[in-house]
């Protein structure tokens, strides 16, 4: 039932995105069943996990030699609702090797201030590391650096994934192995150096192959392969310092500078479904509402651009 609500909702949403491509309005009938569908997983199909006994685990076995790492970050904030995320990725299709959970050590009391609902999800496999406090930047920033040599995927810590959501990151790994591979991106229409202000969604038939001219949207799913970003990456002070808030630019940045391609989805697809009263924590209204997105960007320019790119 999960996959059959969340097909509809896609379909939904493609219908949507085509009627407003063609200057016409969207329907109330369906902005109502999409409604009707958020609702579903945020009541109706959390109680029903929440009263469940047992959870699929993590996959031990590797994919063509190499792990499927699921990499995420939490803050205080989101802490009580991250296991439905958790859940959600115990439940793909194609099971990842890892799922491990980054929290700033600064922000909690040790592992036993943690949610019940979380500490528990570790029996299936979830891993809860304690690290510095990078923002967003967590999600990556160690996983990165201790599996060199497998495949990471990055997940946000407010989000119902589709359970195949790695089957179809991977799928398109296999077809372009040395691409980042994402479910959403943003098209840079006026150019790398244009602001990400202008930058748009695809349009609903645009392929996003091998491109150099999108930025990946990094928590609806996006898959790195090894090697895929340059090493500046993990320079703790140009992050903090120039793009602390974004680490969908940083990452979109340093993979340009190691002249690494993106590929996306053949079939556009929505954002994922977000659990309830976590949009008012989002970066995003940081960095959209308030224009870091342009700041940040600006900073790399700034500062890498006079470095071959």
Excluded at 175 to 192: E, L
Aim: with cysteine.
């Amino acid at each position: 039932m999960y996959s059959i609500i969340y097909s509809i909702y896609f379909f939904i949403k493609r219908r949507q995105k085509k009627l407003i491509e063609n200057g016409k309005k969207t329907s109330s009938l369906y902005n109502n069943i999409i409604g009707y569908i958020e609702a579903y997983y945020n009541i109706y199909w959390v109680k029903k996990i929440s009263r469940k006994q047992k959870f699929n685990s993590v996959n031990n076995k590797s994919y063509d030699d190499k792990k499927i790492i699921a990499s995420l970050t939490s803050f205080p904030k989101r802490i009580n609702t991250v296991w439905i995320t958790i859940v959600t990725l115990l439940n793909q299709t194609v099971k990842p090797n890892k799922i491990i959970l980054w929290l700033a050590e600064e922000q909690f009391d040790g592992i036993e201030s943690l949610p019940k609902n979380l500490l528990d999800l570790q029996k299936y496999g979830l891993e809860i590391r304690f690290c510095d406090d990078l923002r967003s930047h967590k999600k990556y920033y160690f996983a990165m650096q201790e599996y060199t040599e497998d495949i990471v995927i990055l997940f946000d810590d407010d989000m119902f994934y589709p359970k195949n959501t790695i089957k179809k990151l991977y799928e398109l790994y296999k077809k372009f192995p040395s691409d980042i591979c994402a479910i959403n991106t943003q098209v840079m229409c006026d150019g790398f150096e244009s602001m990400p202000s202008v930058w748009r969604n695809p349009y609903i038939n645009e392929k996003i192959i091998n491109s150099d001219k999108v930025q990946v949207y990094t928590g609806s799913g996006s898959l790195f392969p090894p090697h895929a970003l340059d090493l500046e990456v993990f320079n703790k002070e140009a992050i903090l310092n120039l793009c602390p808030y974004a680490d969908d630019l940083w990452l979109t940045f340093m993979a340009y500078r190691n002249k690494t391609k993106i590929s996306s989805l053949s079939k556009w697809r929505s954002f994922p479904i977000t659990i309830y009263n976590t949009e008012k924590n989002s970066l995003w209204y940081i960095n959209s509402e308030e224009g870091q997105n342009d700041k940040q960007w600006s900073n790399l320019l700034n500062r890498y651009n006079k470095e071959a790119l």
